[in-house]
Each structure stands twice: as structure tokens, then as C-alpha cells.
């Protein structure tokens, strides 16, 4: 496997499930992130975690839990969600160096769909 | 705060026209500012990026240059193709510096282009 990779590609769930997507990156990259693409709306960075700490949640809902074991490795646990959840869920991650540019490299994404 | 303005579309051109998307933004700091395409059922694959003013990102026949002065950062291909048509997305890194720190990018709506053969 190269780059970055998601799973599941898809996923429905009711509102009552719970489920987890998993990202995984094989570039040796330190920094890796959440976002959330919605149709019409500019993509959402959610979380944001380096060298495996949490450095931001941009104000998320408590049903999305992100979790991070080590720097390879990104899941986002899901329960409770609403229909307004559906969208896909890309991960990305970089290699950050401090001052300087910090390119992202995007998976596939999770098309999950709440009904 | 950061934004990041595009045109969204669609746009649609005819295959060997000439591509302009327009992107505007605004920053608190010295940002890199990035490309990313996507195409249907996939993520965002990197275009091209400039980190300076000035600098002429490019690739595949994409190009885009860093204007500090209008603050902009206008995609334009010479001659498109059909398998070009894909959504265009814009966006920025702001150089926070903060120990370091990872930051996100910040992203333009996107722009829906089609190329008809």
C-alpha cells in the first residue's frame, strides 16, 4: 500500500450505531487530520493531530470521537450521529517541519451516509 | 481569519480551450497556497503550490502564480482535456508558526470543471 489509505470506502448506519473509520499512511508522515465534504460547502477540517497530540477540534460534536495510537494510524469513532452527518469523511496527512510548507496528502475518503 | 475565494461553477469549456479559475484569499500571515484536484469517487490529489510571492507553481500543463499584491493565486491551463474534468479546489496554509505546530489547510468551495470533447 502506498500514500494514504480509508476504510470503509462506504458506510450507512443508522442514528443509533456506532462504527469507526480507520486512515492509515504510508508516507512517515507526523501530522494527519479529519476533514468532513459536504456538497456546497468548502471542506471542514475537523481535528488535527502531531507527533499522535491532538492540536485542534474545530468545534465537533461529542458524537465524533478521533483517536490516534501512533503516527500512522487515524480513526474517527462514530455513535449517535444525525442525517446531517452524511458526507464523506476525507483523512490527509504531512509531514510537518515547523516553519515552512506543510503539502497535505489526502485518502480516498468515506462516503458515509446516517439514516 | 483565513478564507479562500473561487469561482464554483460548473465551468464548462470545450476540449483545447484555454483554462482560467480565479482564486482570492485573504490570510492573517505569509501563507503557501496549494491546488488540489479531484476527481469523481476519489480524494484530493495535489496540483501544484508556491510557497513565496512570486512563485510559479505547475504541473501537467497547470500553472498558477503567487500574487501577493492582488492576493491571488489563478489556475490557467493552455489547452484542456476531457479527462481534466474533475472539481478544482483552492486553498492556504497560514505559517503560524506555533511551536511547530500542524495546521489545516483552508479551502475554497471548489470549482466543478467539464471538458466537452
Known amino acids: 500500500e502506498t500514500g494514504v489509505t480509508q476504510t470503509p470506502r462506504h458506510l450507512v448506519m443508522g442514528m443509533t450505531n456506532k462504527k469507526s473509520l480507520k486512515c492509515e499512511q504510508h508516507?512517515?508522515?507526523?501530522?494527519m487530520y479529519w476533514y468532513k465534504q459536504s456538497a456546497k460547502k468548502p471542506l471542514e477540517l475537523m481535528f488535527v493531530?502531531?507527533?499522535?497530540?491532538?492540536?485542534e477540534n474545530n468545534s465537533v460534536p461529542s458524537r465524533f470521537s478521533p483517536e490516534c495510537p501512533n503516527s500512522s494510524h487515524l480513526f474517527l469513532h462514530l455513535h449517535t450521529l444525525q442525517p446531517e452527518d452524511s458526507a464523506l469523511y476525507l483523512c490527509?496527512?504531512?509531514?510537518?517541519?515547523?516553519?515552512?510548507?506543510?503539502?497535505?496528502?489526502f485518502g480516498p475518503g468515506t462516503r458515509l451516509t446516517v439514516t | 481569519g483565513n478564507s479562500v475565494t473561487q469561482m464554483e461553477g460548473p465551468v464548462t469549456l470545450s476540449e483545447e480551450a484555454f483554462l482560467t479559475i480565479n482564486c482570492t484569499y485573504t490570510?492573517?500571515?505569509?501563507?503557501?497556497l496549494f491546488w488540489y484536484v479531484q476527481y469523481p469517487g476519489e480524494g484530493l490529489q495535489l496540483l501544484l503550490k508556491a510557497t513565496k510571492a512570486d512563485d510559479k507553481g505547475s504541473n501537467k500543463g497547470f500553472e498558477a502564480t503567487y500574487r501577493k499584491e492582488t492576493t491571488s493565486f489563478h489556475l490557467e491551463k493552455g489547452s484542456v482535456q476531457v479527462s481534466d474534468s474533475a472539481v478544482y479546489f483552492c486553498a492556504l496554509s497560514d505559517d503560524h508558526y506555533s511551536g511547530g505546530g500542524a495546521d489545516g489547510l483552508t479551502f475554497g468551495k471548489g470549482t466543478h470543471l467539464i471538458i466537452q470533447p
Open positions: 493531530y502531531n507527533f499522535k497530540e491532538q492540536t
Open positions: 508516507l512517515g508522515h507526523n501530522a
Open positions: 490527509a496527512s504531512s509531514q510537518n517541519r515547523g516553519q515552512g510548507l506543510r503539502e497535505q496528502y
Open positions: 490570510a492573517t500571515g505569509y501563507p503557501s
